[in-house]
DNA sequence: CTGAAAGCGCTAACAC
DNA sequence: GTGTTAGCGCTTTCAG
């Protein structure tokens, strides 16, 4: 208790001084890592309480090699330029491993910047890199450094990197499309991010194929995830008119699928009478919509719980695994999607 | 690229060894710190760009005494051990505190847990806590060792702590009172949390004074944030049953205002019809419940943006401000709370 | 069971 | 403009 801020840290020779013991002493009594006297350790741990003694973890990862900190890079662009609602996706993600963390009692760094030279550079033992991009350079760096690194979905140029926690998209994806065609559409336009990660290409695969299979003609087209919500509209508005428009959408970004039920509304088509409509994460937006909004749940609580064990199991020096950690997305058919007999 | 994992880091002897000069050198020419020729700064850049040279941080810390990293310390129990639904809160605070710190360029590490000694500590340069106990431990311990701090929300002990920013309860608590009063509720119950922080006993003392004023006598009573939602319904039904029954409740743990309305709805009283309700946080459940709940938003993005204004004005020697900032909560009033006439 | 001393990689005085 | 060197605080040999 007391002290002013400011003032200079205690060491561990202030410690050694005022036990009267040498500097290792005090190191090893403390750390319990060779024997040392029942009295001369009680002697060392009462001079450090006393002084409120706190070892320097700078000076001990220095020696050791170790920091005991993992660190966290988010990769999407938008995680941190997002709008406050935008930052939904984020937050549970970002919530949900820092939790996992803490349960574990291990300290997560946000890793601020890794390529720009003026930022400090950060002592973690391992990094947790979240939606990487397709030969995502951040990744890459690491890699090179040679720091052990755990993705939460693939980088999806390296999809068989086995340090990975993985969505299986494919029967998902599919059956949320299985889902729309029984429902009766036949024209499903797809909106893809822009961002090239796992999260817009496989989908985005599944979805050709799965047109393909069925014979449909494939529709796509671009959606950044870095929209402003005003934006939308005058970008959705085209694919809705004309004798072409298609009877479902399917659009990556789920906080954008309120406001192209919105354009549709104006122009007088209804979600889903006669117009289906689906997002591919799900959120806040897309449960309280009207109507709510079938989606895809990325099922982020669990991403972090099976992310921070694999990369605690890697930094223990675990055998690394055959194939990446696979979890199954969750679809969330909801009554945009669901035709009104 | 390339690179296996393990292998040894480069230091600034190989970078000065291949450049074919001093290590001081390549800590000048890579840091600017002092003039070096143009051709020697480019020959060391070449050479550490060649070996993939990052600098330790641990030895760079060591040596300057700062770290560039923030840490932040969240005080509430169960922000990490409740359910992933009573996370929102948390989850919203942690993902703003780390969105503003991504933005500012500087690390934030999630410190794991202060008093364990079994847990590595963390270089910090100063710390965030948030939501600190009536006479915080950790606070308290933090500052003892002089490191500079800043809180969210006030150690209710030492409310004048200037490095801090508040929330300015009383009038938002006296306007939400006077709508339920407004409304016809001659008779409201306060159902607080338990943990000792300022977001239980302000508004508890606001709520005391006004009943004072008001010449109503006070119903208070506790209910755990920990609890889980099955607990709820049977410590909340004494309450509501019997001829004393409170007409409004004002509950602060927001996850828990819809399981009352339950409750009530399972002794016949409907919300708000003969019983209001309000919450004193902000959530999906409030939001989503049927019908809406009314309640109190903490307003935490903008709560973090001055945490971590304050914290790198601090570190940035700033002169010690005169009092805490003051933030207003938002009311954000719902259909809980408005009797149909 | 304890002490002395080397050295982790870096920055900043201090020479030249 | 560049090199040499001390030393940040700790852990860990190596001696005793």
Redesign the interface.
């Known amino acids: 208790?007391?002290?002013?801020?400011?003032?200079?840290?205690v060491t561990i020779r202030e410690v050694a001084e005022r036990a009267g013991v040498s500097i290792s002493t005090v190191s090893h009594a403390?750390s319990g890592r060779r024997p040392i006297s029942a009295a001369t350790t009680a002697r060392v741990r009462e001079a450090a309480a006393e002084l409120?003694y706190?070892?320097?973890?700078?000076?001990?990862?220095?020696r050791t090699g170790r920091?005991?900190?993992v660190g966290l890079i988010l990769r999407p662009r938008y995680a941190?330029a997002g709008t406050?609602d935008r930052?939904e996706t984020?937050?549970?993600l970002?919530?949900?491993i820092?939790?996992e963390?803490?349960?574990r009692?291990?300290?997560?760094?946000?890793?601020?910047?890794l390529h720009?030279?003026?930022?400090?550079?950060?002592?973690m033992d391992g990094c947790i890199v979240a939606h990487p991009y397709g030969g995502d350079t951040a990744l890459?760096e690491l890699?090179?450094?040679?720091?052990?690194v755990v993705t939460v979905e693939e980088d999806p140029e390296q999809p068989d990197l086995p340090w990975a926690v993985r969505l299986d998209y494919p029967p998902v994806v599919e059956a949320l499309l299985d889902h729309l065609h029984d429902q009766g559409a036949r024209d499903v336009l797809l909106l893809s991010g822009t961002e090239d990660n796992a999260w817009n290409r496989r989908p985005r695969e599944t979805y050709l194929a799965w047109c393909e299979r069925r014979a449909l003609p494939p529709r796509t087209a671009l959606l950044s995830e870095g929209l402003t919500p005003g934006d939308v509209p005058e970008l959705v508005q085209p694919l809705l008119s004309g004798p072409d428009r298609p009877d479902a959408i399917v659009v990556a970004t789920s906080d954008f699928a309120p406001l192209i039920a919105e354009s549709a509304a104006a122009q007088g088509l209804r979600v889903p009478d006669d117009l289906l409509l689906a997002a591919l994460t799900d959120s806040?937006h897309a449960?309280?919509s009207i109507p709510p909004i079938t989606a895809m749940d990325l099922t982020h609580?669990a991403l972090a719980e099976r992310a921070v064990e694999l990369m605690l199991a890697r930094l223990s020096g675990a055998e690394t695994p055959d194939r990446p950690v696979f979890l199954t997305p969750e679809l969330r058919l909801r009554e945009s999607t669901q035709r009104r007999k």
Chains 1, 2 share one sequence.
Do not use: C, Q, W, Y
């Open positions: 208790m007391g002290g002013e801020a400011g003032k200079r840290p403390l409120g706190d070892p320097n973890p700078n000076a001990r990862s220095l920091s005991g900190l941190v406050p930052a984020f937050n549970r970002v919530g949900s820092a939790t963390m803490l349960r009692k291990t300290g997560l760094i946000h890793v601020p910047d720009d030279p003026a930022v400090a550079s950060v002592p890459a890699v090179g450094r040679g720091l052990p806040e449960r309280t609580e």
